[in-house]
């Protein structure tokens, strides 16, 4: 018999620990666990489940072609909470705006945002995805969900999480005590605790940069990987190695394992567009902001944390500079100077 703390212990441990806790946390995390087994059996059959693949021939509020397993996980992830009780209501990277839970299923007060399947480009290349989430409470007072109850500064996260669908499916979790890992036991469908307390190294020598668009980019973060590059002949002193997975969720779960800086920057295109970066600030950079920050990281844009960014759109999206603090604080650095 394993002698892992499941999940569910240990989440019921923490919960004990906080004489005024409900149980409802744990309640709604325990469905968005189950939510998440069932996308990653979804994912898991890749090919073989010749239906789910491919485009869906549908776009997202920001014109980002969807893919069924897009559209399948979103609706996994609804389905497998929404009847819980402990939600008012839930927004998506697939979904133009909020639901509010149906009247048929009791309401609660908290407010979910999730990306169901996060660096859903690599599906069709058997790479890693996975499964974004942030909760928030509902403010007081408010009965009829809307967009705008959800636009809360990351700092108001009660947890965020992701979940990765990668050589093993991994959850990691944090509920502003620290950041816990836990690796989903195939032959129980238990998730046990395998990464206790995890903590980022101040400093790394890995960066983890879409480098293709360097031409794009505004001259503080050129000037930071263009150092990087000259390596230990440099000012930086030091050689430096590049990952790109292009799956946000693979990407910062390596740094959470190993140190490591992960950016994607504010670039001209955006700027020209109007848009103000690639990742979504509600269910992509917030919710990874916390967790890195938990494990004693850093998360800014460039020029400010983003869990003090009070957000204005549902889809919002921000530059992002997370990882090792000595490595983010050097880029931070470089965008004051600038
Ligand atoms: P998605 O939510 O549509 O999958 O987009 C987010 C993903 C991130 O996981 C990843 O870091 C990034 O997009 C990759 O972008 P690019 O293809 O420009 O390198
Ligand atoms: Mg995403």
């Known amino acids: 018999m394993s002698q892992r703390t499941s999940f569910y212990k240990f989440i019921s441990e923490e919960q004990r620990e906080h004489p005024f806790a409900s149980g409802k946390l744990t309640g709604l995390l325990l469905e968005v666990l189950s939510a998440c087994k069932k996308i990653a059996h979804l994912t898991g059959n890749g090919e073989l489940a010749n239906e789910a693949m491919g485009s869906a021939g549908s776009e997202n509020v920001q014109g980002e072609t969807q893919k069924k397993l897009d559209i399948l996980s979103n609706d996994l992830f609804i389905e497998s909470t929404e009847w819980c009780g402990y939600l008012a209501g839930m927004a998506s990277e697939e979904m133009d705006h909020c639901r509010q839970i149906p009247a048929v299923f009791p309401r609660g007060r908290y407010l979910i945002t999730f990306d169901p399947l996060d660096g859903s480009s690599n599906i069709d290349i058997n790479v890693s995805v996975g499964t974004i989430f942030s909760i928030l409470e509902l403010p007081e007072g408010v009965e009829d969900v ?6 809360q500064s990351g700092a108001k996260q009660v947890c965020a999480g992701y979940c990765l669908y990668g050589t093993s499916t991994m959850l990691v979790l944090t509920t ?17 605790l395998t990464m206790p307390d995890i903590k980022i190294p101040v400093d790394t020598n ?8 360097s031409r794009h980019w505004q001259p503080p973060m050129k000037r930071y990987i263009d150092e990087c590059l000259q390596g230990a002949d440099g000012p930086l002193g030091k050689d430096y190695n590049m990952r790109w997975v292009a799956s946000m969720v693979a990407d910062v779960h390596r740094l959470l394992c190993r140190g490591g800086i992960f950016m994607y920057p504010m670039d001209q295109r955006m700027e020209a567009k109007g848009v103000g970066g690639k990742l979504r600030l509600l269910y992509e950079a917030n919710p990874m902001s916390f967790i890195v920050e938990q494990a004693g990281g850093m998360a800014s844009t460039g020029y400010e944390r983003i869990m003090d960014i009070e957000p204005t759109a549902l889809h919002q999206r921000v530059p992002v500079v997370l990882g090792s603090s000595n490595e983010v604080e050097r880029v931070v650095g470089y965008h004051r100077q600038a």
């Open 146 to 151: 809307k967009d705008e109850h959800f636009l």
């Open 176 to 192: 502003g005590r620290g950041v816990n890992g836990f690796t989903l036991d195939p032959s129980t469908g238990d998730f046990l």
């Open 206 to 213: 890995e960066y983890s940069i879409n480098q293709s668009y």
